[in-house]
């Protein structure tokens, strides 16, 4: 204790005996380096010798513990993955667009200076925001200097060199710069579309068959059609469509198509069987030729009112299930509420259709169709868009028989007489997402009247609904679709009640669109002079013809229930694959036309798949292929046997055969410039 005291009493001694000095705020007190008290090591600062204090990463604020050391990171449990070497078709990029590149040659825009009107305000510098200029020619200011591949012409986008036509560079064909002024453009679009067909359909016999000592009333369905339409459209309009809608507009489309067919049995492509099993046609149309005009802006944020006459397209609803058709006729149209509300209202005066191609006539016909329409988008949800719709068809009594000689209207079913038919169609559709759900859906109430329904043999009044519904999931690059179609139909034909569903001139993109069988194919009713249903439909109507024929609400309805997948298997490649079962709703109408008392329901199967192929990730090559198979169950049977069953005790020939399948393949080659 005495020399511990002794010690203490030193050091106190020492301490006054020295200068002590305050440092900087880092040091917080220096003393002398050579005294230790307690194990510790005290530095010391005199007026001989001075030292650099610790580092912050080297100070240890407890004298007393030892010093830390970081401890050492384990080895990793997976080490690095090396660069795997490109697969096939993954090659490294040529040497001319490798990094780093020397000897690069720049690109140096194209200067362009059209002549334009002056304007004196613009000279003048009013109407510009702070630190601008103004620019005479606003459609060639380009893009800077730019240097980046050795090979110039990859420097697409900085290009400015006006063409006479290029599917890609600035052109005055195509609406990149106008023709006349400052805000008058011309877009030409030209397109050839390409389709071949092969197919099996239930064909009849015919009065003459091509095979001599057949008792079958079914012969042989194969059939070979192709079809070419090559159209030019000429658009000129005035106004900047990237800000707000054209002041004025005229459109011209003209149509070229050339068919040909070629079947197995007479009586198919000519009432007269000496003409043969084949046909082969040329057909001209204007199937576009319309006028828009700009009324009136209806707020800041371009919400317009515009109006349309003439030859144009038009349809009502998102999947065209009762009007999707290009026909005379005049709209009012426009937006409110920064594009919530969207309306239409149109009138159509139609036009014949040709037999061969579905194109329009310079023929009219004793048809008016009127159309109002409007959408609400977020109307229940956000992400949903609602349809209200109101369509009403007068289709006038008039007699008419297609370029092959068949009658068309009336249609040669039970009592044959010239009839109108009044029909008003009243739909609630939509289309959108409720979060991660997908939904398209309809519902459509028709009512109206028959002034001699041929089936019924007297006048009949119109009550029928059609309902349809798709669900579906994205799930990475797959679509799974759940659809639902349903169309009432009729359960006493004889009665003067229509209940049976039927549409104006629908063509629905629906449960697999042109590569289903069942959507895409028509085909005869068992024999007679009508279809069991139309091409691109999915209504079972008996009617002549979707295009020449009228409505008929004296059917068995149908019922479709499918499952979809849609693949985007690469950017350029889609893929598309449906399964579908179908059902008629009532067959009352089917025994009574058929004059049996054998008909099922139990329609058929239905299975597609196809893909869309677009080589260039642009709509100027869209090559699309596919094929369709239907699957006959014991409805299918009852229509299509080929003869009678045999009767006990009378010689007769066996029962006839029906076909195990029905195929569809098609291949379409789009060329749009």
């Known amino acids: 204790m005495a020399l511990a005291g002794f010690l ?11 200068t002590v000095e305050l440092g900087p705020a880092h040091n917080v007190l220096s003393l002398r380096r050579d005294l230790i008290f ?23 604020p407890d004298p007393g513990a030892s010093r830390r050391v970081e401890p050492t990171a384990p080895p990793e449990l ?5 660069p795997q070497l490109p697969e096939y078709g993954e090659e490294p990029l040529p ?22 009107e002056p304007y004196p305000e613009s000279d003048q510098g009013e109407g510009l925001l702070p630190g601008s200029e103004p620019v005479p020619n606003r459609w060639f200011i380009g893009f800077g200097r730019w240097k980046r591949y050795a090979d110039p012409s990859t420097e697409t986008t900085y290009q400015s060199e006006l063409r006479l036509w290029h599917p890609y560079l600035q052109s005055k064909l195509k609406g990149d710069a106008p023709i006349y002024g400052q805000d008058i453009f011309l877009n030409i679009t030209a397109e050839d579309f390409f389709q071949f067909e092969t197919r099996k359909l239930p064909t009849p016999s015919g009065v003459s068959t091509a095979r001599p000592n057949s008792s079958e009333f079914f012969g042989l369905g194969d059939q070979l059609f192709y079809a070419n339409d090559f159209s030019i459209g000429v658009d000129l309009f005035e106004g900047e469509t990237a800000f707000k809608p054209v002041d004025w507009a005229l459109r011209l489309l003209g149509f070229y198509n050339h068919n040909y067919i070629d079947v197995e049995e007479r009586n198919v492509v000519n009432p007269n069987p000496q003409n043969g099993t084949t046909r082969e046609k040329e057909f001209y149309s204007l199937q576009e030729a319309f006028a828009e005009m700009h009324l009136r802006d209806l707020s800041n944020n371009y919400d317009f009112i515009s109006a349309r006459a003439g030859i144009q397209p038009f349809v009502s609803d998102f999947r065209g299930f009762i009007f999707n058709d290009t026909n005379l006729g005049a709209r009012i149209f426009g937006n409110y509420d920064n594009n919530r509300w969207q309306y239409n209202i149109a009138a159509f005066d139609m036009l014949e259709k040709d037999t061969y191609s579905d194109l329009n006539e310079f023929k009219r ?21 609602g349809e209200l719709s109101f369509l009403a068809n007068f289709d006038n009594a008039s007699r008419h028989y297609d370029k092959n000689g068949f009658i068309t209207r009336p249609a040669p079913i039970g009592t044959v007489a010239d009839h109108y038919v009044q029909a008003y169609y009243l739909g609630w559709t939509g289309d959108g997402h409720i979060g991660w759900l997908n ?10 009247e028959d002034g001699l329904n041929g089936i019924a043999g007297k006048r009949v009044e119109i ?23 349903y169309a009432s139909g009729d359960h006493n034909p004889t009665n003067e009640h229509a209940t049976g569903f039927d549409t104006v001139f629908d063509r629905p993109f629906f449960i697999g669109g042109p590569f289903s069988f069942f959507s895409h194919q028509g085909f005869n009713l068992g024999g007679t002079s009508v279809n069991f249903k139309q091409r691109d439909s999915l209504v079972v109507d008996f009617r002549t013809s979707k295009s020449e024929g009228q409505s008929n609400f004296v059917n068995p309805g149908a019922f479709i229930v499918g499952y979809g997948l849609d693949a985007d298997i690469t950017p350029k490649l889609r893929g598309f694959m449906n399964v579908n079962y179908i059902r008629t709703i009532d067959t009352a109408t089917t025994e009574l036309v058929l004059f049996t008392n054998k008909a099922s329901n139990d329609f058929a199967l239905d299975c597609s798949a196809g893909f869309e192929w677009r080589p260039l990730l642009t709509e100027n090559i869209i090559l699309t292929a596919g094929a369709g198979f239907l699957i006959p169950r014991w409805g299918y049977k009852d229509i299509y046997r080929a003869n009678t069953e045999p ?25 749009t410039y």
């Open 78 to 82: 997976f080490p690095p993955v090396l």
């Open 463 to 485: 009550s029928a609904q059609m309902a349809a519904l798709e669900l579906s999931v994205d799930k990475d690059w797959l679509r799974h679709k759940l659809s639902v179609f």
């Open 38 to 60: 307690a194990n510790a090591t005290l530095l010391a600062q005199n007026d001989q010798s001075e030292e650099s204090p610790l580092a912050h990463a080297e100070f240890n």
């Open 95 to 116: 040497r001319s667009l490798e990094l780093p590149r020397k000897g690069v040659r720049e690109v140096v825009p194209q200067r362009r200076k059209l002549e334009y």
């Open 647 to 671: 009767v006990f005790g009378f010689p007769s020939p066996s029962p006839g055969h029906v076909d195990s399948f029905l195929y569809s393949a098609i291949v379409t080659l789009t060329l």
């Open 365 to 385: 016909r004793d048809q008016q169709i009127y159309v109002a329409n409007v959408f609400r988008q977020d109307l229940i949800w956000k992400g949903y868009t």
């Open 439 to 448: 939904i398209d859906h309809a519902f459509y109430q028709v009512f109206g």
């Open 8 to 18: 203490a009493w030193v050091d106190i001694v020492i301490l006054r005996s020295q």
